[in-house]
């Protein structure tokens, strides 16, 4: 499956039209991205693009899963998968219930992996597995420099809960700094996040539309100078102005799925695939 963790390596100002392409294919704990401090948030609906453009660059990750054989595998805690050159995504599992498992992919190509079995429901939370993957990352943070990060994902609306992140690095309170992808609440809107270096100020790009209706859909993040925007399947879908010059640079793991195997972890109960970060080499 193409998507957008396969980019040509290049200068990462230099974009090219990419997502009309994808279309076609087809740790603390911390309160949710909705905590304290200021927050951008667009209100007005954003007339969808149908090709926007995608900064080009190294890929820091790239988690598809493909190389994984058939059947439906159920991971361990502490099972290994590759995310990339010289990289790799750790399991961490604890509770009851099964899961993680490796399922079949979107139309039935490559492997996708669901962190929780069906079983676990978003209004009994203390009964569910909790379940991530965690990539350390030993990158340079993006900075102020432009980056992209996302994941392909389906989810019903009987999987969306308060918090389902996606994918993250750092946590919004620690004064760190943080960027993240989630699909929170239950009209499963997703939404991309960013918290400035030694910032409490939390910026919000929100998506106008649900991916809650038990399809795939590719979701992406981009950070282009002051501007935030999180596109669903190739189409720009919420904007979010960051400051000029907005330091990201958080510091940790990455974390898919989750952001712990403790009580209120934003577990993401949906199917995740093709996960991938782009920025600077």
């Not at 054989?69 to 590759?82: C, H, K, P």
Request: with cysteine.
């Amino acid at each position: 499956m193409t998507h957008l963790g396969r980019l040509a390596p290049g200068p990462l100002l230099a974009s090219i039209a990419l997502l009309a392409a994808v279309a076609a294919c087809s740790g603390p704990s911390e309160p949710p991205a909705r905590g304290a401090g200021a927050r951008s948030d667009p209100t007005t609906a954003v007339s969808p693009s149908p090709a926007p453009t995608t900064p080009a660059g190294v890929k820091h990750l790239d988690l598809t899963l493909d190389e994984v054989g058939g059947g439906s595998d159920e991971l361990g805690d502490g099972a290994v998968l590759a995310a990339g050159p010289s990289r790799f995504a750790v399991v961490r599992a604890e509770g009851s219930g099964r899961g993680p498992l490796l399922v079949p992919g979107r139309d039935g190509r490559g492997r996708a992996l669901r962190l929780v079995d069906g079983s676990c429901r978003p209004d009994a939370p203390s009964a569910c597995r909790k379940a991530l993957l965690v990539v350390q990352d030993d990158d340079p943070p993006p900075g102020d420099g432009d980056f992209a990060y996302g994941a392909a994902i389906l989810m019903t609306p009987q999987e969306t809960s308060k918090g389902a992140n996606v994918l993250q690095r750092g946590f919004s309170t620690d004064g760190g700094g943080q960027w993240k992808l989630q699909v929170d609440g239950t009209p499963g809107r997703p939404s991309c996040v960013v918290v400035g270096t030694g910032s409490s100020d939390i910026h919000v790009a929100k998506a106008d539309v649900s991916v809650a209706d038990g399809r795939w859909h590719e979701l992406s993040c981009q950070r282009s100078g002051a501007r935030l925007e999180v596109l669903v399947d190739g189409a720009r879908r919420g904007v979010a102005e960051l400051p000029p010059g907005l330091d990201v640079s958080p510091s940790g793991p990455l974390r898919i799925g989750g952001k712990s195997t403790r009580e209120d972890n934003d577990q993401f109960l949906g199917v995740l695939d093709e996960v991938f970060l782009l920025g600077d080499g």
